[in-house]
């Protein structure tokens, strides 16, 4: 009796431990979008600009890959949600400061010609 209760208790621990194990399917869409997302994301421009995002997304990514090699999906799916946020923040940062760089250009060149502008209207001759 003791042996049967035994053995029932350790089918059911294992068939619990097969079922959460089947329970959490492959992340392999999030792997995918992620995998696109930082390679799109790994440009001169973000490597520039906003490089410590880029390299957080690509250690996210490195994590999601072990974890998915170890069977632990739950993992592996938040490090690639995670890696692909990562690597959109990177993308919409680098994008921010080349903008800003080319606002300051153009505010540089309307100085400029207001200067000349300004020079221009002045008489040439001054008469004291």
């Known amino acids: 009796m003791y042996r049967t209760m035994i053995r029932w208790s350790m089918v059911a621990v294992l068939a619990s ?13 999030e792997m995918s979008q992620s995998r696109n997302a930082v390679a799109q994301a790994d440009t001169n421009d973000t490597r520039e600009f906003a490089p410590l995002e880029l ?5 996210q ?9 170890a069977e632990k999906y739950t993992q592996a799916k938040r490090h690639s949600e995670q890696a692909a946020v990562l690597a959109e923040l990177a993308t919409a940062k680098a994008k ?14 309307i100085k400029t010609m207001q200067q ?3 020079g221009s209207t002045k008489p040439a001759i001054q008469l004291r």
């Open 96 to 109: 921010a400061e080349k903008s800003k760089l080319a606002v300051r250009a153009v505010d540089g060149n």
């Open 17 to 29: 431990t097969i079922a959460s194990c089947a329970s959490t399917p492959k992340p392999l869409e």
């Open 116 to 118: 000349e502008v300004d």
């Open 55 to 59: 390299m957080q997304a690509k250690e």
């Open 61 to 69: 990514q490195d994590l999601a890959e072990r974890s998915l090699i």
